[in-house]
């Protein structure tokens, strides 16, 4: 039975899959090979390069060309070691050759050309000589490439320079250079790239709708087990098509559930959701790398605007694109979070120490017919925020987004209640929006808290009033029956009796609002 892959390469008669070459442009891939060009294949982690990578060379191979596929993954933890990173590098290209072509010449002609050269020209002359002995012209397939640093990074991609005008009879005729960042983002030591002679940087993208629906149906036809037009809604629309998020959760629903394995038994909208909280709680892997780069301050420039929501932005194109090919923010403009669960994940990351040190009990906020009181938790939150907010901020990674995170930190108390919270949050929008679901019975109930910070420059009452109707505005769109406004005032001199506050409002559209002065 083939399944759901989330570990490794693509395995077709394992899992279930795109077919690899149908990931990009086929074509124009082949253009480039055939025209002996050196390009760039990029893409965030685990979204399929390496399977395109590994299909690619069979066919290449097949069509009369002698394809190697290796990743220099395995000299990551040389660093600056040219030695050692160069030495890992050849075994590894060596052992490739070997395994794919059956060829022996360049696993038995490194070692001594390593000895005799040194590390700053071994790789150029071993290509050479394979090259030379070769009766196919080569293609070199290279993974991983910016795991390399420093050094041995400069090195290898400056030997590949040096050899390029030998190509094809005394040199690769072609070679990809796959891994998550452009070349032009190989700077090193230098000021701008050592790798000049890239005919095209290409990008792989994640699945279309199309594409991750016709995944999923791949499962219902070996299985016959369905998945419902929500559950496949929730998929696309959770996911936007990330290829590790679209196959996890799948797999947590049909494969780790005890009930998903159940065939018999459609898969639902909460079965989705069920497997998304447990994917983000558990921090797997995959989310947790994702996670790990907010320390990187390139990265910072660009997420902590869209946290709190601000105008101004600190950040350059570089910036936007190095954050882009991590797969944090979406290829198109305007400039966002690339998914939903990324959106997730980001303020709950920023807030973890905050959530793990709050008491979680529920009972004091939900009412003895089991219904949220959220005007109790927002009253508890002021006096929290009141009491605590000082010693906090200087607490939180992003100075600049810390209220909003302070506040998401506190409120996500209800997921452990039951509850769900969704968050919307981006550049220029001036606010935070949160929708609180809350169960009871056999309906879910919808609350609606936005918050927006007064800086200096602003007043107070034109704020409440712009944030009122953005309030209002987005419990109509999400249909919530309540609405709470959270004041943040930043000014510089503002006394705490002055700040803190509760009245209640109305839209122009007669929505009741509370909005909550802290």
Known sequence: MRSFNTTGPVKPDKHYCIPPLERFDLDEVLRLVDGEKYFVLRAPRQTGKTSSLLALCDLLNGQGYGCVYATVETARTARDDMERAMRTV????????????????????????????????????????????????????????????????????????????????????????????????????????????????????????????????????????????????????????????????????????KAGRDRSRSVTADDIAEAREGLIVRRVTHLDQLADKLGEERVRRVVEPMLSGADEQAFSHRDVEYVRDLGLIARDKPVRIANPIYAEVLPRELGWVLQETLDLNTTWYVDADDSLNLDRLMEAFQDFFRRHSEHWKNRFMYEEAWPQILLQAYLHRVVNGGGRIEREYGLGRGRVDLLITWPRGDRMREYVVECKVVREGDGLESTVEAGVEQTAGYMDRCAAEAGHLVVIDRREGRSWDDKVFHRQRRSESGSPIDVWGM
């Open 90 to 257: 050849l075994a590894e290209l060596g052992s490739r050759v070997r395994m794919t072509l059956g060829d022996h010449f360049l696993e038995d002609a490194w070692p001594g050309v390593l000895a005799r050269l040194g590390p700053d020209a071994a790789l150029g002359e071993v290509l050479k000589r394979w090259a030379e002995a070769s009766p196919k012209p080569l293609v070199l397939l290279i993974d991983e490439i910016d795991t390399l640093q420093g050094d041995p990074l400069l090195s290898v991609l400056q030997q590949l320079r040096a050899g390029y005008p030998m190509r094809p009879a005394a040199f690769p005729q072609s070679a990809v250079l796959c891994g998550l960042r452009d070349v032009r983002d190989y700077r090193i030591h230098s000021t701008s790239s050592p790798f000049n002679i890239v005919a095209k940087s290409l990008r792989l993208g994640d699945f279309t709708r199309e594409e991750t629906l016709a995944l999923l149906d791949q499962h219902t036809r070996e299985t016959e087990q369905a998945f419902t037009p929500e559950a496949r809604e929730a998929i696309w629309s959770q996911t936007l098509g990330q290829p590790w998020l679209v196959n996890a959760l799948a797999y947590e629903t049909c494969f780790e559930s």
